[in-house]
T-cell receptor, first 116, second 112 residues
Framework: NAGVMQNPRHLVRRRGQEARLRCSPM?????VYWYRQLPEEGLKFMVY????????ESGMPKERFSAEFPKEGPSILRIQQVVRGDSAAYFC??????????????FGSGTQLSVL | DAKTTQPTSMDCAEGRAANLPCNHS???????VYWYRQIHSQGPQYIIH???NNETNEMASLIITEDRKSSTLILPHATLRDTAVYYC?????????????FGTGTLLAVQP
């Protein structure tokens, strides 16, 4: 059973371009979570999705950021018109459910976004 | 979710036990204590969790005080690969959102 897969591992964009980060959850997991880690800072929650639905987006910036988790395919975190301050490591996690024993989050290796 | 307080950093000699403390004095009766760690440049990794009883698994032991206001994560025989930031998180389960809220954690440096 493969773990949470994120790609690309590294992504370089110029200011103003769009960044698309992909996350394939573990098999059987229908809950996906996105986190951002700025350089030398902690992990900040961004958004929580459950197949086709956004459950909690309290950590998402109001503009330029969006996330989706379609019925088929990976979850996508999309950042439009990137700025240098978007440079960070973006981690995705998944869980099979929310009640014990299925509540534990399993994290991917992250996508390092660099904005030039 | 209740907040936690952890030391910023700790050192431990290789092969010795690493004891990482966490204070959660405002924890509620239905909140669990979770521990995750993040090795440099990797995603966080689940270690262990508990409600009020002490817990042990293949990675670590979790000791929760009787009043539940603090806990200690024990790595019985630390290795260099255990060098990481360790996060203590308290959370309610089964709520509307299953997110984890990470604090600043403890940077454990295992010394050869």
């Amino acid at each position: 059973n493969a773990g949470v897969m994120q790609n690309p591992r590294h992504l370089v964009r110029r200011r103003g371009q769009e960044a698309r980060l992909r996350c394939s959850p573990m098999k059987g997991h229908s809950h996906v979570y996105w986190y951002r880690q700025l350089p030398e800072e902690g992990l900040k929650f961004m958004v929580y999705l459950q197949k086709e639905n956004i459950i909690d987006e309290s950590g998402m910036p109001k503009e330029r950021f969006s996330a989706e988790f379609p019925k088929e395919g990976p979850s996508i975190l999309r950042i439009q018109q990137v700025v240098r301050g978007d440079s960070a490591a973006y981690f995705c996690a998944s869980s099979p459910g929310t009640a014990p024993p299925n509540e534990k989050l399993f994290f991917g290796s992250g996508t390092q976004l660099s904005v030039l | 979710d209740a907040k936690t307080t952890q030391p910023t950093s700790m050192d431990c000699a290789e092969g010795r036990a690493a004891n990482l403390p966490c204070n959660h004095s405002t924890i509620s009766g239905n909140e669990y204590v979770y521990w995750y760690r993040q090795i440099h440049s990797q995603g966080p990794q689940y270690i262990i969790h508990g409600l009020k009883n002490n817990e042990t698994n293949e990675m670590a032991s979790l000791i929760i005080t009787e009043d539940r206001k603090s806990s200690t994560l024990i790595l019985p025989h630390a290795t260099l690969r255990d060098t990481a930031v360790y996060y203590c998180i308290v959370r309610v389960l089964g709520g509307a959102t299953n997110k984890l809220i990470f604090g600043t954690g403890t940077l454990l440096a295992v010394q050869p």
